[in-house]
């Protein structure tokens, strides 16, 4: 009898069933533990992150409105009327007077020194102290007025820088820089900063009669912090 009339044969042995693994109570108990915990850990995580971003917000809004900002200067009047005398040279002073503006909001400026220097052709000629230390109330204008001169011996000219004076005024215009030293210090409520040292530049220019060209009344003064 060939393979290929043979009758096929049933395998009636019991077939391996898989093995179920029983878990005991224990075991879903910790699952659901931890299956909690880390549904936990998560809403805790968003609310600490919701709050840092909110918390950050709140601080980027408050530093916007209470980031203090430099003073302006502006010159308003400068003066050398020995220029437009034959002996000047004997009664020489230099006068001026420039604004300084608060412009913050809710931040006061304590001004605890001033000194102004006046410059030409960028050598020091003269120097004075200015006011007395003052506070600077928010959103104010202060009036800062000085004075150089000989017999106050505030103002260092020889007859030789006078002769260069007197020449530059034969061409219509004389250019001098006011410069100011102050030691100041923000406040905000009852916070007082540290110390800053500001320094101020007012480039400036007279006519022959020794009064400030009209193009540089009122010009802004640059400001820097060292």
């Avoid at 004997?90 to 410059?119: K, L, P």
């Avoid at 109330?137 to 505030?154: L, M």
Wanted: charged share 20%.
């Amino acid at each position: 009898m060939s393979s290929s009339d043979r009758l096929p044969i049933r395998d009636t042995r019991p077939q391996p069933q898989p093995v179920k693994h029983h878990h005991s109570a224990r075991y879903y108990a910790q699952r659901v533990r931890e299956s909690f915990t880390t549904r936990v850990t998560k809403v805790l995580c968003a609310i600490f992150l919701s709050f840092l971003l909110v918390a950050l917000i709140v601080f980027f809004i408050v530093w916007l409105s209470l980031r203090p900002h430099r003073p302006r200067f502006h010159m308003i009047d400068f003066t050398v009327p020995g220029l437009a005398q034959k002996p000047g040279l004997d009664n020489a002073v230099i006068t001026f007077n420039v604004t300084a503006r608060n412009s913050n909001q809710h931040i006061g400026i304590y001004y605890d020194s001033m000194e102004g220097f006046v410059y030409y052709k960028d050598k020091q000629i003269g120097s004075t102290p200015l006011l007395h230390p003052f506070f600077q109330e928010p959103k104010t204008t202060t009036v800062v007025y000085g004075q150089f001169g000989i017999g106050t011996a505030t103002l260092a000219v020889n007859s030789r820088r006078w002769k260069e004076f007197v020449n530059d005024r034969q061409h219509g215009t004389v250019l001098f820089r006011l410069g100011i030293m102050s030691v100041i210090r923000f406040k905000v409520s009852t916070w007082k900063s540290v110390h800053h040292k500001m320094h101020v530049n007012c480039d400036v220019a007279v006519g022959s009669d020794g009064l400030i060209l009209p193009a540089w009344k009122n010009r802004k003064c640059s400001v820097y912090f060292s």
